[in-house]
């Protein structure tokens, strides 16, 4: 970009995008807008986090059991007043809340559900390493004043939008309505996010994997042989391929994203509550297949993609594996051999 030549900012962007498809409303804009309003705040306070109190933890646990850091907390209250105000939405989800929640009383209730991660990785926030937000829009179901969990326990194959915004050494919001996936970056001196990744492609292999090692003992047969397989040389098709970990789930993703490869996160043994892997499906899981599938890659549970799971509960995890297309079927060849039956 030459200097003095603004680049299209995410509102542009979505207007040129709506050009092309009549049918989509203006009130995507709207929506996008509000999200990147409240990323901007929430940002700002990510990147102070190392020079306030803030990173203290509350002391309090979320109903996933886990160590609230107080970003979380301000990231959720963040999100939920600014998008609970917007009226756009009739019922909004989140990782930091047990139940659905409603809109405040005396605002509008919308024609679309979101859930959300408010801060994804946030274990992370005191070491410094990338954190994020994880977001996903479905258009309303139920009838009626209130919205309710129906409006959001819907397959990720019916998501109207879905995307990220990740907190690192810059602020960037990955997003996708459907039409491809797009990249735009906060530029603080304006306080704009300005496209900088247009119509991200995922290559159909990559050259790293992107899974917690120390789990190992507890993966399947079939994940243990992948992962083997992964590390033999063999010149001709790339191997061994390099680990990249960084226990974020939004930069391990945003890395796949751009560069290819797979991430992972299998079913194990380890936790008898955990099943099904760490992840979970509504606002982790389903965003970020619908990223993958929309950049050309693959988002698969290892028995089927991740879009085609019909939830059953509204904090359920599902096993995890993203990326390059040809990665992903092949972990799921090794699952069917394997493991099928398991
Ligand atoms: P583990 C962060 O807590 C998170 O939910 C994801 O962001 C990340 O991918 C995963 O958990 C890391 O889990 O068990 O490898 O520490």
Request: with cysteine.
């Amino acid at each position: 970009m030459t200097d003095g030549q603004i680049g299209i900012n995410l509102t542009r962007h979505i207007h040129e995008k709506q050009k092309q498809y009549p049918e989509a409303t203006g009130e995507l804009t709207g929506i996008l807008n509000q999200l990147a309003f409240a990323a901007k705040i929430v940002s700002r306070e990510v990147n102070k986090a190392g020079l306030v109190e803030i990173l203290g933890l509350t002391g309090e646990k979320n109903i996933q059991g886990e160590q609230v850091m107080k970003l979380d907390v301000f990231a959720n209250d963040v999100f939920l007043n600014i998008l609970g105000k917007s009226g756009h939405f009739c019922v909004m989800a989140s990782e930091e809340e047990e139940d659905v929640i409603h809109v405040p009383e005396g605002y509008k209730r919308g024609r679309y559900a979101i859930a959300l991660d408010p801060l994804d990785g946030s274990s992370n926030i005191d070491v410094n390493v990338n954190i994020g937000t994880i977001f996903s829009i479905h258009r309303r179901v139920s009838d009626g004043d209130e919205g309710c969990e129906r409006d959001i326990m819907q397959a990720g194959r019916k998501l109207v939008a879905a995307g990220y915004i990740v907190y690192g050494s810059s602020t960037m919001l990955v997003m996708s309505t459907g039409n491809g996936v797009h990249g735009f970056t906060l530029d603080p001196s304006v306080g704009e996010f300005l496209e900088s990744h247009t119509n991200i492609r995922i290559p159909a292999r990559g050259k790293t994997y992107s899974i917690n090692e120390g789990n190992y003992p507890y993966w399947s047969i079939g994940i243990r042989k992948y992962i083997d397989h992964l590390k033999e040389k063999d010149k001709e098709s790339g191997r061994p391929y390099s680990g990249r970990y960084i226990g974020s789930m939004v930069a391990d993703m945003h890395r796949t994203l751009l560069k290819g490869g797979i991430f992972m996160y299998p079913a194990d043994k380890k936790d008898p509550k955990k099943p099904h892997g760490k992840l979970r499906l509504l606002y982790e899981c389903s965003p970020m297949a619908f990223l993958c599938e929309q950049a050309g890659g693959a988002a698969s549970t290892g028995n089927g993609a991740v879009l085609d799971v019909e939830p059953t509960q509204l904090h359920q995890r599902v096993p995890f594996f993203a990326g390059s297309m040809e990665d992903v079927r092949l972990v799921e060849d090794y699952i069917r051999r394997y493991d099928d039956g398991d």
